[in-house]
């Protein structure tokens, strides 16, 4: 019998935190089928990784993909930094399921941001149909689907409106959830500082999540507040598991936001830390910046949402709501995170724009647009620029200290992800954030080589075994026989980002190969025209 493939002559770091060691690894039908010190048979293709470090393939717990998937399936930014296996739904947003006379207003709102939407032909509606759909659109690395609140909320329950479920409403977004569970939905997530999410009651939640049990599905949660309130948001995330009896909750992005707040990461490890010391499982992600990026509208008060985005819109061309906004977001609003009030109008950055009019100021602050443009003041440039980009914006908050990001990296229950999306090298879809393309490399150059933050080894594990524990990933995540063949080769001397605010649009370097269900996706620093990703389903 020969071998698919061979890789030969590098470090095995294996993804269990033990320290390296050296092997031979042969790969035969996806599978890594034997690791020896030596293979003497032949293959029809070896890698000689010579100086190099061999590893599991990175699983990023966090990543929004599915926003461009349909439109675009390369995920270059992903497979260049070494993820082979992605979990999408973040946020409270999939996008399944979608309510049959809803399509439209879907596609819509989707278009606001990626306009390549405008011509898209949604053609699915349940959760099945949407992963059976992504399953033949194909993808170089592997898919976790979750599923998202927004999206449940909007199909079956209050949709827009600041009100509970009615219990005929709730009935039918549990249905939504069973559907997507049963169809291989891993949990479900929730986006709490967004609207519609933002809407919800703890109750709302805990009753869904309820419904996730039943599965054994996990719960993700960006929380409701990540500045001042949030003690108040983790344990918010700690009732919900507690009370739907759900196996575990996993906090998205974990940050420190705004300046007043910084240093507040020593108590929310400490409260994470206590919570699994009484048998309540909750662990977290990060990406390693300093800044934010969300929507240009998610900074507005949760009220001009009501009713959906194109009330929204209609509304803020008014002075008089836009004084009221202004006003809000200077005296705050209880309960609500408030990103301008935390972290002042020069800490927001418009990353990308969709009207020609403003495109040549991606990438600039709020501050220097207004200046720039000659405008009255920074209000006058946010105004302008939602109501003539509808909505459509996005932006970068410079909101978070160095301190309280290495703080949370080295935390006990911390994995990597990217809050991301695979996306082209294409510098004309704007200025997106450069954990899009860097988020691991980062993390293994500058935080593990420079900074000694980590050991390889450590750092290695929580990118890898760790997250595919929490997800219930049980032949992914290490490099053992008969585990599949997700593979990085890097060099630990020269791995690092490229990507910067300024400039995104950039590969890392150091990461020669990547290979994926033993496919070679990244075959000396160029990608592949190849599809070996699978949509991976919950295990039952
Ligand atoms: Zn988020």
Redesign the pocket.
Known sequence: MSYDLIIRNGRIIDGTGNPWYHSEIAIKNGKIIKIRTQIEREASREIDATGMIICPGFIDMHSHTDFILPIFNKVESFVRQGITTNVIG??GNSFAPIHPDRVEEFRKFYTRTIPLYADYVFTWNSFREYLEKIEKDQCPINTVPVVGFENVRIAGGPGYENRPPTPDELKKMKEYIVEAMEAGAFGMST?LIYAPQVFAKTEEIVELAKVIAQYGGLYFS?IRDEGEFIIDAINELIKIVEKSGCRGGHI??HKISGKKNWGKSRDTLKLIEETNNRGISITYDQYPYNRGF?SLTAIIPPWIHEGGPDVLLERIKQISTQKRIKDDIEKGIKGWENFVGNNGLESIYISSVVSEKWKDIEGKSLTEISQIKGLKDEWEAMFSIIIDDEGGSTITVESMREEDIQRIITGRYHMVGT?GLGIPNRPSLGKYHPRFYGTYPRILGRYVREQKLLTMEDAIRRMTSFPAMRLGLTDRGLIKENFWADIVIFNQDTVIDKATFENPHQFPEGIPYVIVNGVIVIDNNKQKRKFPGRVLRRPL
Do not use: F, I
């Open positions: 973040m946020c986006g960006h998205a992005h969300t809050d």
